[in-house]
């Protein structure tokens, strides 16, 4: 079973919202929420996919190893970031500087 987790609180708005949603369908605003989250989640599956396979890539790796290593280490991409290549010298010579 899926660990529970928690999120910030919503804001004032978001949750009268959720609350009388909650109560017009009859369920508790975490079961709602719960709901919510699963539906954007699938919604988005294509798109994560893809993110998932670029950073695969990048990464050489395949896209289900980096899949696992992200689910036993949410941090893993922050800890293990792309290393730059030296292609990658020209484009960011032509960006404009800060002054």
């Known amino acids: ?20 949603w909650a109560a017009l369908t009859g ?29 695969a890539k990048l990464r050489g790796m395949s896209p289900d190893d980096l899949f696992n290593a992200i689910l036993a280490n949410p941090r893993f991409l922050e800890e293990n970031p792309i290393a730059e290549e030296d292609g990658d010298e020209e484009y960011s010579s032509n960006q404009p500087t800060g002054s």
């Open 1 to 20: 079973m899926p660990k529970r987790f928690t999120i910030g609180p919503l804001g004032e708005h978001d949750d009268h919202w959720l609350s009388v």
């Open 27 to 55: 369920k508790s605003k975490a079961s709602l929420a719960t709901a919510v989250v699963g539906i954007r989640v699938k919604q988005n599956k294509a798109t994560i996919q893809e993110l998932l396979e670029y950073s």
